[in-house]
């Protein structure tokens, strides 16, 4: 199975802070990386599909970069709703996996 | 808009077999491909597998022994079962629509989740 590792696990950051996370696959998964938001008592939701494509209706403060095996989700300016659990999850092969996620919590 | 909603059990014993169905309304399900996922605070979210509406799955390999999805076209549903379930398989359990795009696939679409306690 790949391997998906988030950094940071948790982070306190502050509104309209810029924040970037981090998720390293353990082989090379091209650009098939995606990442979710989940909120406490709810399922996660899509925001970035193929590393950097910005999933219908999600705010354009969220951006993804990367291929190959690192991968970055930046939120350009944190609003309050954007604390949160977010994690990355590749789509290259089977099983998917997902990375064990990062905290953003209001500092 | 699309919506998904898991129903089942909420209890199952252990070597029982979890049984869950996922509803889907707003489309088809004959469009496409549908998952299932679990999320546990000891193992994170955990891909199950996923199912076309054809019939043909794809299952997690560390499953795979104890794991069948099936689809229902006639009732826009698909369900899960899980034998000989333990405590391991306590857990949230979500349904999901995976969607194709730019040669990439994600799940964009979700169930609300529902809880499974293996206990006697």
């Known amino acids: 199975d790949i391997q998906m590792t988030q950094s940071p696990s948790s982070l306190s950051a502050s509104v309209g802070d810029r924040v970037t996370i981090t998720c390293r696959a353990s082989?090379?998964?091209?650009?098939?990386l995606n990442w979710y938001q989940q909120k406490p008592g709810t399922a996660p939701n899509l925001l970035i599909y193929a590393a950097s494509r910005l999933q219908s209706g999600v705010s354009s403060r969220f951006s993804g970069s990367g291929s190959g095996t690192d991968f970055t989700l930046t939120i350009s300016s944190l609003q309050p709703e954007d604390f949160a659990t977010y994690y990355c999850?590749?789509?290259?092969?089977?099983?998917?996996?997902f990375g064990q996620g990062t905290k953003l919590e209001i500092k | 808009q699309v919506q998904l909603q898991e129903s089942g059990p909420g209890l199952v014993k252990p070597s029982e077999t979890l049984s869950l169905t996922c509803t889907v309304s707003g489309a088809s399900i004959s469009t496409g491909y549908w998952s299932w996922i679990r999320q546990s605070p000891g193992k994170g979210l955990e891909w199950i597998g996923y199912?076309?509406?054809?019939?043909?799955?794809n299952y997690n390999p560390s499953l795979k022994s104890r794991v069948t999805i099936s689809v229902d076209t006639s009732k826009n549903q698909f369900s899960l079962k899980l034998s000989s379930v333990t405590a391991a398989d306590t857990a949230l359990y979500y349904c999901a629509r995976l969607s194709f795009s730019h040669g990439s696939s994600a799940l964009d679409i979700w169930g609300q989740g529902t809880m499974v306690t293996v206990s006697s």
């Open positions: 999850q590749q789509s290259h092969s089977s099983p998917r996996t």
């Open positions: 199912i076309y509406y054809s019939g043909s799955t």
């Open positions: 082989q090379s998964i091209n650009n098939y």
